[in-house]
């Protein structure tokens, strides 16, 4: 908790490749957070180079990101947006919770797992430390709340040990941070197989719709959406594709499910289909106008990747300096 405000962190990963279950499920809702709390949000480079990178795409996925959140309505007077990199406290902290944290506890992070099977010619230190940076990331900011997909629990609960092992040798250092799982963002499933979730990294482009692909990219992906052999537009269990479509639908457009049950009475799938694909389409047309305007201009977003940095590095001083001295540092 900072100045008696609850303190809400999380990071992002440099890739301009949000789905629309990124969007319904976390983006859309963040103006509503920031009312509720401090909120930081880390574009992290730094956790980025634990697998290669292209240099010229990671600093273009880096401005990329920052555009696309606050196109999609983050407001950078209101949160404070900044890049890891820019902040060096987050490495220095790191160091010191390396010597807090254990080796079995790192070897059973599922993350480290599956990343060490799918780079395995790649399998560096920096993957295997990959949740203490994560951990010094939310530490730093006496973070209260950690809103984050599911997949990321298993790092969350990781960073509650190591702030509950740091307190008792240290008490009142850190503030112990709840995650929290957003729930509508589990809801979109694929396109292809609505039984798993719509995932950014899945290999059939025809499952994923993302904020950034074009009015007919988008059209052409709900057309082909798998549904089922009935043809009535009716949410009903073992209708987990039309169920996944209408819920999408009712996202875009505030239409509660009886409403949209109503509105396709007597039509097909065909013309439901089309009508996510274009309720969608108009949804994010703007969105991403406005990433172009913003993108297009780099000076103002370096000026709030500055401010952002300035603000984070204030908190995060503050935060360093105690551990230090707690640790016996000569500061
Ligand atoms: N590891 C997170 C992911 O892959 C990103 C992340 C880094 C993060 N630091 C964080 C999330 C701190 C929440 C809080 O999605």
Request: one cysteine or more; glycine letters at 6%; aromatic letters at 10%.
């Amino acid at each position: 908790m900072l100045n008696e405000q609850k303190v809400s962190y999380s990071g992002v990963q440099p890739s301009g490749n949000l789905t629309i279950g990124n969007y319904l499920g976390a983006i859309k809702n963040f103006s509503a957070y920031s009312e509720l709390y401090k909120c930081f949000y880390c574009v992290v480079d730094s956790h980025a180079i634990t697998v290669r990178q292209v240099p010229a795409e990671l600093r273009r996925r880096t401005y990329e990101t920052l555009a696309l959140y606050i196109a999609c309505g983050l407001d950078p007077e209101k949160n404070t947006l900044y890049v890891q990199s820019h902040v060096p406290a987050h490495t220095e902290l790191a160091w010191i919770l390396n010597c807090f944290t254990m080796f079995g506890e790192l070897s059973r992070m599922t993350q480290f797992k599956d990343k060490s099977e799918k780079h395995a010619d790649n399998i560096n230190a920096g993957l295997f430390t990959y949740p203490v940076l994560m951990a010094s990331d939310i530490l730093l900011y006496q973070t209260d709340v950690v809103p984050v997909g599911i997949d990321q629990k298993q790092h969350v609960e990781l960073c509650r040990d190591i702030a509950t092992r740091f307190n008792q040798l240290y008490p009142d250092t850190f503030t112990m941070p709840e995650p929290i799982i957003s729930k509508s963002g589990m809801r979109i499933m694929s396109l292809a197989e609505p039984t798993k979730k719509m995932s950014k990294s899945d290999e059939n482009a025809n499952a994923v719709v993302y904020i950034l692909d074009d009015k007919d990219t988008m059209i052409r992906k709900f057309k082909r959406a798998v549904t089922d052999s009935d043809t009535v537009v009716k949410y009903a269990e073992g209708k987990d594709g039309i169920n996944n479509l209408m819920t999408i639908y009712s996202c875009f457009t505030g239409k509660t499910i009886s409403e949209i049950e109503k509105e396709f009475e007597g039509k097909g799938y065909g013309d439901f289909k089309l009508a996510v694909g274009e309720a969608c389409a108009d949804a994010l047309m703007p969105v991403q106008e406005k990433f172009r305007q913003i993108l297009a201009d780099k000076a103002y977003l370096e000026e709030v990747m500055k401010k952002g940095a300035d603000e984070a590095a204030y908190y995060a001083r503050k935060t360093l300096s105690k551990v230090k001295r707690k640790l016996g540092f000569v500061i």
